[in-house]
């Protein structure tokens, strides 16, 4: 692919500032990041890259790629109802609600790991201690 500069542009590409004046041509990988970024550019030769797919969103429950196993049921908890606790606090407590049994099952699953959050212990043993007053 070949393209043609319509107006004098700048663009960053491969670790680089390029300038092109009007008229210049070039062609190859600038080319084509010239045409997609939709610089002024117009086509000499050859045909323009294909548009890219867009990502299909992962399906609940899969590996997004993103490294974090696709193990998280539709509540946002583990593959069989399990608390989160090895995400964020914000997204245990999501998870917890105001519900007391989920917030001990899932207070007594952060105190086993190697190192339980102080804050997160604390936040759960709160919602927990709700039906014993």
């Known amino acids: 692919m070949r393209v ?4 004098d542009t700048r663009t960053y590409f491969n670790y680089q500032i390029h300038e092109l004046r009007e008229g210049a041509e070039v062609d190859g ?14 086509i000499v030769d050859g045909e323009p890259p294909a548009p890219a797919e867009p990502p299909a969103d992962p399906e609940p429950g899969s590996d997004s790629g993103d490294g974090n196993p696709g193990d998280t ?18 997204a245990l407590m999501t998870w917890v609600g105001d519900d007391p049994d989920r917030a001990a099952a899932a207070l007594a699953a952060e105190q086993a790991k190697d190192n339980p959050r102080a804050t997160a212990v604390k936040r ?10």
Request: net charge negative.
């Open 29 to 42: 990988e600038l080319a084509a990041h010239l045409w997609t970024t939709r610089a002024p550019v117009e």
């Open 4 to 7: 043609r500069a319509t107006a």
């Open 124 to 133: 759960l043993a709160a919602v927990a201690d709700t039906t014993e007053d």
């Open 73 to 90: 049921g539709a509540d946002g908890g583990g593959p069989d109802g399990e608390p989160p606790v090895d995400g964020t606090i914000e």
